[in-house]
T-cell receptor
Framework: AQSVTQPDIHITVSEGASLELRCNYS??????LFWYVQSPGQGLQLLLK??????LVQGIKGFEAEFKRSQSSFNLRKPSVHWSDAAEYFC?????????????FGTGTKLQVIP | GAVVSQHPSWVICKSGTSVKIECRSL??????MFWYRQFPKQSLMLMAT?????????EQGVEKDKFLINHASLTLSTLTVTSAHPEDSSFYIC????????????FGEGSRLTVL
C-alpha cells in the first residue's frame, strides 16, 4: 500500500522568502503525485500534479514541484512567498489498489507567513 | 476547472438523529466519488469510495451501517451519518474524479458536522 510522509508539521517563512515543503512517498511503482492547498474551514484546491514526463512540474500560484524517483520525493517550492500563501499544504499519492485508484494524503504542513 | 459542491456546509444535530450530506459534480460526470473525514489539525482519512450504480467500498475500520453512502447518479453521491453521536462530529469532504480521467480529484468545500 502507498503512503506519504510530510516531515514538517509547521513551517514559518518571511514574506518574499523562498519556500520548500518536503514530501516523501512509498509505492512500488511510479505513482501519481499531487499537492493540494487547504485554507481554514474549506476544501482542497489542487496546486499541481505529476503523472509522467518532465519531472519538474509547474502549478498554479507560482508553485512548482520536482519528482525525484531516486529519493522518492516530490517537494513543493515557491521562489517568493506571499502572505496569501498561508494555509495548509497536503501532498498526496494516487495508486491503484483493489481495481480502482485510491489517493492517500500526507499529514499536511501548515505554512505561516510573517511580514 | 471542474466544480464539486457539497451541501450543507454546516450542520448541527442532536445525538441520535441522522444527517445527510450531498456531494454534486456540477459540470462533469463523476463515475467515482470519494468521502473523506478530517479531524482537527489532521489529514484527510479516506472513508469510502463511491461508484455510480454499485455499492460503496469502505476502508477498514469505517462502519458501513453508520456511514451510508449512495451514488445514485453520475453527478450525485450522498453520505448519511446514521444515529449520530458527538464523536461523529468532524469535517467531511467529498471529492470526485472525472470519468475516464486518471488521477485528478476535485474537492467539495467540505461539510462541518456538529453533534450535540
Amino acid at each position: 500500500a502507498q503512503s506519504v510522509t510530510q516531515p514538517d508539521i509547521h513551517i514559518t517563512v518571511s514574506e518574499g522568502a523562498s519556500l520548500e515543503l518536503r514530501c516523501n512517498y512509498s509505492y512500488g511503482a511510479t505513482p501519481y503525485l499531487f499537492w493540494y492547498v487547504q485554507s481554514p474551514g474549506q476544501g482542497l484546491q489542487l496546486l499541481l500534479k505529476y503523472f509522467s514526463g518532465d519531472t519538474l512540474v509547474q502549478g498554479i500560484k507560482g508553485f512548482e514541484a520536482e519528482f525525484k524517483r531516486s529519493q522518492s520525493s516530490f517537494n513543493l517550492r515557491k521562489p517568493s512567498v506571499h502572505w496569501s500563501d498561508a494555509a495548509e499544504y497536503f501532498c498526496a499519492v494516487g495508486a491503484f489498489s483493489g481495481g480502482y485508484q485510491k489517493v492517500t494524503f500526507g499529514t499536511g504542513t501548515k505554512l505561516q507567513v510573517i511580514p | 476547472g471542474a466544480v464539486v459542491s457539497q451541501h450543507p456546509s454546516w450542520v448541527i444535530c442532536k445525538s441520535g438523529t441522522s444527517v445527510k450530506i450531498e456531494c454534486r459534480s456540477l459540470d462533469f460526470q463523476a463515475t467515482t466519488m470519494f468521502w473523506y473525514r478530517q479531524f482537527p489539525k489532521q489529514s484527510l482519512m479516506l472513508m469510502a469510495t463511491s461508484n455510480e450504480g454499485s455499492k460503496a467500498t469502505y476502508e477498514q475500520g469505517v462502519e458501513k451501517d453508520k456511514f451510508l453512502i449512495n451514488h445514485a447518479s453520475l453527478t450525485l453521491s450522498t453520505l448519511t451519518v446514521t444515529s449520530a453521536h458527538p464523536e461523529d462530529s468532524s469535517f467531511y469532504i467529498c471529492s470526485a474524479r472525472l470519468a475516464g480521467y486518471t488521477g485528478e480529484l476535485f474537492f467539495g468545500e467540505g461539510s462541518r458536522l456538529t453533534v450535540l
